[in-house]
């Protein structure tokens, strides 16, 4: 007989092993279907690039997991996770020789912005004591179900101590110009603004300066670690917990339709025609395009869902770029410590502008470039006096132009790729002379790599839709939701198109596994009601 479990959940990605993990803890019977040969989605690293270097196929850096209080909840170093640090959180090389550079130690970070321009080093202290009496009700309202009730109020309460009405007007600056406003030399600027660019809000809209404040806040903190060994260990460590518990994991089983019956999810079907009928709940670990029209059928929704998914936009698309290196970056001009990320812009407006070609359906001509030294921030990641290196960028969904002049199309097949690779490379030469001489291997993941490496990369959207503010909140996915419940009683969209969306913190899984549980609950207390009604009025009729 097929097995039947209260609850299958469709994708192996963290949000889906959070959702596995809390509904387990539950004492619910959990099965877990991926379409990908392991699991992980888009937490996975290998040594697929150079012989004795591991690198992280997507995500490397974590710090809304070290904050996240449901990471943090599973206690996932009992199940072989250890965390690493670089000397320093993250380095922006300027061309004039200097670094804008975060620290974890708070006082020697302020100490070199000090250096570089007076008065700037008290000034970032006075944001950090600030962060330290909001910030931890802000991330925790940030990853709370829509409306954050507690943590709301816990921060409204905290308001004033901050500054009040000064603070909300600051956390609503655009990032370029939130750190004109506080500083006074560029390196709080860049460090602000390069965190914002992060997502892809516009550095001169609303919203950006939140993003990019939450980012630096959480590098002085609690920094950007690695899971020792690779990324994949963070979601390696999930796993081994969820079957420490019982629960099944199925790789290699790709969900191809969910069976609807009278208004309620009532199984799954897969690609080898399995037919998998669940006794409480579905949760989703797949991003909205794929799941309203896609495994969910067109006929089983609202025509408001279906006309609202038709202004669905997800974010931009990602190259990303590994390199193996025979020896660290020969950086013109050494950091004062030495960052496990940096950044890549030839200062503010710069990233600006090249955010907004992104914007304009143009491939930028000076890409804006997050990166990361893995081996400096954990030295089991290649070989002694070498570097396991990777660097990422954005660029459009669809392409209407090459701001360049490298005639690149925006088909990103292999051609595309390379040479938008080789314009990456020549961005960090240009800071570090003789890096093309210490490549060993290269590897260009362009959008397509992207998504057939996880299908929840459409076009290489990392993020499961866009990051600006008209698909938050309460718009997210669609306006008049907000929350893991879909139009589908039983299911449960637990993926980063759900609220508060990407990032690796896990609160959709678990926002959606708290929804399940909590209607679950409702429906039981629901049914006892009516048998008890029933019984008395069969008594009633004797």
Partial sequence: MTRQPDVVVIGAGPN??????HLADQGWDVLVLEAQPGVGGAVRSAEDVHAGFVHDTFSAFYPLAEASPTIRSFGLEDHGL?????????????????WAMLHRDRSITASLME?????????WLTLCEQWDRIGGHLVNALLSPFPPVKHGLGALARLRSVGGLDFVRTMLTPAVELGRGRFRGESPRLLIAGNAGHADIPLNAPGSGLMGVLMTMLGQTVGFPVPEGGAGQLTQALARRFESLGGEIRCSTEVTGIDVERGRAAGVRTVAGERIRVRKAVVADITAPSLYGGLVDVEDLPARTVSAMRTFELDPGTVKVD??????VPWASAPPHAPGTFHVADSVEQMTDALGQVSARAVPAKPFMLAGQMTTADPTRSPAGTESLWAYTHVPQSTVRDAGEGGIRGEWDRDDCERFADRMQDRIEALAPGFGSRILSRRVLGPREMEARDANLIGGAINGGTSQLHQELIFRPVPGLGRAETPIKGLYLGSASAHPGGGVHGAPGMNAARAAIAHDRVRRVAEGGRRAVGAVTKVGRR
């Fill in 16 to 21: 889906g092993l959070v959702a596995a993990n």
């Fill in 115 to 123: 250096r570089q321009s007076p008065g700037d080093g008290e000034a």
């Fill in 82 to 98: 250890t965390w690493r640090h670089s000397p320093a959180v993250l380095g922006h090389p300027t061309q004039d020789g200097e």
């Fill in 323 to 328: 390199w193996a290196l025979d020896g660290g």
